[in-house]
DNA sequence: TTGAAAGCGGTACCAC
DNA sequence: GTGGTACCGCTTTCAA
């Protein structure tokens, strides 16, 4: 990483300096530092005295060529201000510190070249693990390019793990650490309904993203055992911000009014959903009731606080960490080539006030 | 990174590797690579087929050691979830990308061990620079403890660049970019007391944070200005979060009625005060206004839509890589052992719906 | 234009 | 317990 020497400026000190300034070999100092070896008392003292007057820190670039070096894990986002992945890379991170692993995060936005980019930079870096965040895009190259990235990774002695979308098909070396999205949404969506609502707006998020495709079929699939009719003309597709849930919201209102409840595909979307409602002077439980979905901090802090469901994000993190971590450990001869794990987390409805029973009957 | 050999793994293709199959030098493969010098078409042209073929990237480490290497930003934010931080590391993120450096994102969780340890870790990892942001806890070593940071890094040939905090004394070769915090607090006050308001709850933040001392200082500054005497009484510190927002009003309630605004230290608080305001049967703006600090997403989420102070988070990160890279093209014979520059950005007051002229007058 | 070889800063094996 | 030293994978003179 470093480029080459900072132009006029002072040279780092290296293990060799140390070495001479503590009149001692090179094998020594390193051994002090790395401690996994026998020194004497003198020596070490020695040492240590020359390191800290020097301010010295070795150097990782060439440790981890002579094979030491800190493991590292890739974190790879969309979009590092959204919420629920910063909660997400926060669980990640938590864990790798535990573990003295170092991690890196990098945003694609949403762009499958630079997220190519990243994957290979990654791989450059030697890291231990690329976690890529967030719903997939389901274009039909899709698992191939998956498939592609777990294979060079897995190659170059890596490993790809895949957090908060579905796994790959077939025999690929990829970890999946997903939540139960089409549960939630069942369930979110049977909270509206056993509270008597029939006509319920769905917002489910981008029609291409997993996600979304989750959500929407968790709410089909309750909406069928509730023997209520689906109307596809209150569902509107559109992204994942406030702006979609407002705009959505006014245009139902004008074109399909007469629903009593907002089944917004994530707290943002219901955030922007809430706002046009009382733009257009309805209130929120009173005349129409919304729920969301991810549990971010936001959900709370919205006026009423708004029922929805829960996602363990940050768990999902720590989580993937631990499966690198243990997959890392497991040593020589642990299955390869096998289709990684794929684990699925729990989520839940958090009932707050943003339902009531709808307005009539 | 890498640490050693991945156990019984499939060792990664080395640049070795590439010249012999295709029959060529390592010299000829790293100059088709680095793409800096003038190779025959027929050479690269071979060399680039095996390359594909193996799935070759260069070892990052090896780069870097050797002399070649991306530069890389590190930055150190105290918790990622935070909107607010979020934002400036997006723009040194997208500043970083833009220029082809890598950043790395560590988080500290307010813990100065883990500051010191990750400071150390990314002057082994050698970056260009390590970016801190946010407000600094006021206690009485931490100009030395920075200073320290400052003059390591320094003498490692990478830099300290301080993010939303004051700069430091003296000689230090640090960058600092910061934002008008005392004239945005100063303005928003301004803002409030224009409107007719006199009884003004203030929470600024916790107390020994630099950030929470200047928007204090800004809002007496304005309250002086207005002839306005400022009531001690009606100053609650606390943490940066929507709890202490609620149970700071939920208190001053019982404690200091009358106030007829909220001055809060952030929009998060803001969040919290006004769940506290309408838990207590007030209505915002009506009965009590309140206002916030960041301009963050939560701030045009909420209702009534929050006035707040504008602070240019996601541009102060454009502005501290773009400060770091300058620098390092700045090249040899710079001024050296000069304290870096700081650069100042602006702020502004966003004008919403959460104010309202005090109930009577 | 291309190849050979000397490092870059550490680690770890092999002697002493 | 220590010291010498052969690499780790790549870049970059220096020659050819």
Redesign the pocket.
């Known amino acids: 990483m470093t480029q080459?020497?900072p132009p006029g400026d002072t040279?780092?000190?290296?293990?060799?300096?140390?070495?001479e300034q503590a009149?001692?070999?090179?094998?020594?100092?390193?051994?002090?530092?790395?401690g996994?070896?026998?020194?004497?008392?003198?020596?070490?003292r020695r040492v240590m005295k020359v390191v800290s007057d020097l301010d010295?820190?070795?150097?990782a670039?060439?440790?981890?060529?002579?094979?030491?070096?800190t493991p590292t894990v890739a974190i790879l986002i969309n979009n590092i201000t959204g919420a629920a992945f910063a909660h997400v890379a926060k669980g990640v991170e938590g864990a790798a510190t535990l573990r003295g692993w170092l991690s890196l995060v990098g945003t694609t936005g949403d762009d499958p070249e630079r997220e190519l980019a990243l994957v290979n930079l990654m791989r450059?870096q030697g890291v231990a693990a690329v976690v890529l965040l967030g719903g997939a895009y389901d274009y039909d190259e899709y698992q191939l390019r998956m498939a592609r990235f777990a294979r060079s990774l897995d190659a170059a002695g890596s490993h790809l793990v895949l957090v908060g979308r579905p796994p790959l098909e077939g025999d690929v070396p990829a970890t999946t650490v997903d939540y139960d999205n089409e549960g939630g949404a069942y369930a979110m969506a049977s909270h509206l309904l056993s509270a008597g609502h029939r006509r319920i707006l769905v917002l489910p998020g981008p029609a291409e993203l997993t996600t979304a495709q989750s959500r929407l079929s968790g709410a089909w699939r309750a909406f069928e055992a509730y023997g209520v009719p689906f109307d596809r003309g209150l569902v509107r597709h559109g992204p994942y911000d406030d702006e979609h849930g407002y705009t959505a919201v006014e245009a139902a209102l004008r074109v399909t009014p007469g629903f009593t409840a907002v089944l917004a595909g994530t707290d943002v979307v219901a955030a922007g959903a809430m706002q046009a409602l009382r733009a257009a002077g309805l209130r929120v439980p009173d005349d129409v009731s919304i729920v969301g979905y991810d549990d971010i901090p936001l959900a709370s802090q919205l006026t009423p606080q708004l029922t929805t469901v829960h996602v363990p994000y940050e768990e999902m993190g720590r989580v993937a960490l631990r499966a690198v971590a243990d997959r890392r450990e497991g040593g020589a001869g642990r299955r390869k080539g096998t289709d990684g794990d794929h684990l699925v987390l729990g989520t839940h409805v958090v009932v707050r006030h943003s339902v009531a029973p709808p307005r009539r009957g």
Chains 1, 2 share one sequence.
């Open positions: 080459r020497k040279a780092r000190a290296t293990i060799r300096d140390v070495a009149g001692v070999s090179v094998a020594s100092v390193s051994r002090v530092l790395s996994n070896y026998p020194v004497s008392e003198n020596l070490r010295y820190v070795t150097n670039h060439a440790r981890s060529l002579a094979g030491g070096g450059q």
